[in-house]
Structure formats: structure tokens, C-alpha cells
């Protein structure tokens, strides 16, 4: 079954925009993390952040995550083309499984 | 270790068939995740280890579907009388407790 749920189903951008994608979840989790797909192919992690962290940083990518409200967002800081991919928010509950959302897809227009 | 490889990285099977996939994953990693992925979708979890001990398995997996994980190294999950729904892809993951999960590239079935 599938936890999360990311907004917008589908978003495009401009090359240099910012792209910010959100997740809600419904029950308790240790960790949320993000993945991005590219069509066709696995999944590669992107970041991972913790049920008692508020906020995380990787080069462009910034995460919030706020369990009060069950939501995290994911922003990607001046696109490129290359970020054109599906991003998926996966919940890590207390068993510790791995649970995730339907995506987000995003197309960077160059 | 180049990470978690996955093989068959395609299957082409006749409706009835049994199938089976295999899964190699980081060889530190105590977890092991089957999912299934269908066009647009995000992945399905499946089942997954810990170590050999299979914790859990969904309750939308048929009695079709059976996964091992013999001494703790690489799974396999066989699909027996596959049917058309049962085309997708599959995908393995591993990971540490409480880390981040490793994909392999998948396995892409289809049920003819």
C-alpha cells in the first residue's frame, strides 16, 4: 500500500525556476526520505531526514518536514533540465518498512 | 560492490507461466525491499527482510507470490501462474537499519 501522497501529481517549470513538491503521510514514521526516478529506470535516493528534524539541506535540495501536520516538502533550488523526473517521498514507519507516495512529475524546460 | 543488481533486467512469459526474479543486494545490508511499479504509479511495497527473517508482506500479494531469502544474501520472488496483471516492474531495494534504501534497476515482466 501506498502512505504518501505528493503535490502536484505533475509540475513544469523553467530552467533556473524553483520547484517545490509536497508529500502528506498518515501515520507515525522514524524517518521521510525523497527519491527521483527517471523514466525507465530504479529509484536513487535523494535525502533522508528524521521524525525529530525540522529542516535539511543537500546542495539544491532543501526538505521540511512537519509531523504535526504529517507533511514534508521537497524545493529544488534554480532547476535544470537534468532535474526532469519523477520525485517520490517515502515513509519509514516505526517496523521500519518503507512506504511510498504516487510522485510528483517534473519537467524542466530548458 | 556496484550496488544492488537485479536480474532478469527483462521478461517476456506466457500467461500460466511461473517466473522467477532474482535480487543481489549491497552486501552490508540487512534489509532487503521488493516492490512493484506499474506505468505512472509510484512503487507497491511487496515484502521485505530483515536479515533472512521475512518481517513483512503486503496484503494485496496473492498466494502467487513468494519471496525468499535464504541465509540472508540475495532474495528471489517467484510469480506462479502469472496472469496480464501481473506485467510490470519489479524492484529490489537494501538498505542498513534506518538508512536510506539502494534500488536496483528493476526487473521489467510481461504477461502475454
Known amino acids: 500500500s501506498q502512505q504518501g501522497e505528493e503535490d502536484p501529481q505533475a509540475l513544469s517549470i523553467q530552467e533556473g525556476e524553483n520547484a517545490t513538491m509536497n508529500c502528506s503521510y498518515k501515520t507515525s514514521i522514524n524517518n521521510l526520505q525523497w527519491y527521483r526516478q527517471n523514466s525507465g529506470r530504479g529509484l536513487v535516493h535523494l535525502i533522508l531526514i528524521r521524525s525529530n528534524e525540522r529542516e535539511k539541506h543537500s546542495g539544491r535540495l532543501r526538505v521540511t518536514l512537519d509531523t504535526s501536520k504529517k507533511s514534508s516538502s521537497l524545493l529544488i533550488t534554480a532547476s535544470r533540465a537534468a532535474d526532469t523526473a519523477s520525485y517520490f517521498c517515502a515513509t519509514a514507519e516505526e517496523a521500519n518498512n518503507l512506504f511510498f507516495g504516487t510522485g510528483t512529475r517534473l519537467t524542466v524546460i530548458p | 560492490d556496484t550496488g544492488v543488481s537485479q536480474d532478469p533486467r527483462h521478461k517476456i512469459t506466457k500467461r500460466g507461466q511461473n517466473v522467477t526474479f532474482r535480487c543481489d543486494p549491497i552486501s552490508e545490508h540487512n534489509r532487503l525491499y521488493w516492490y512493484r511499479q506499474t506505468l505512472g504509479q509510484g512503487p507497491e511495497f511487496l515484502t521485505y527482510f ?53 534500488f536496483g534497476q528493476g526487473t521489467r515482466l510481461t504477461v502475454v
Do not use: H, V
Request: contains cysteine; aromatic residues 10%.
Open chain 2, 50 to 102: 530483515q536479515n533472512e527473517a521475512q518481517l513483512e508482506k503486503s496484503r494485496l500479494l496473492s498466494d502467487r507470490f513468494s519471496a525468499e531469502r535464504p541465509k540472508g544474501s540475495f532474495s528471489t520472488l517467484e510469480i506462479q501462474r502469472t496472469e496480464q496483471g501481473d506485467s510490470a516492474m519489479y524492484l529490489c531495494a537494501s538498505s542498513w537499519s534506518g538508512a536510506e534504501a539502494f
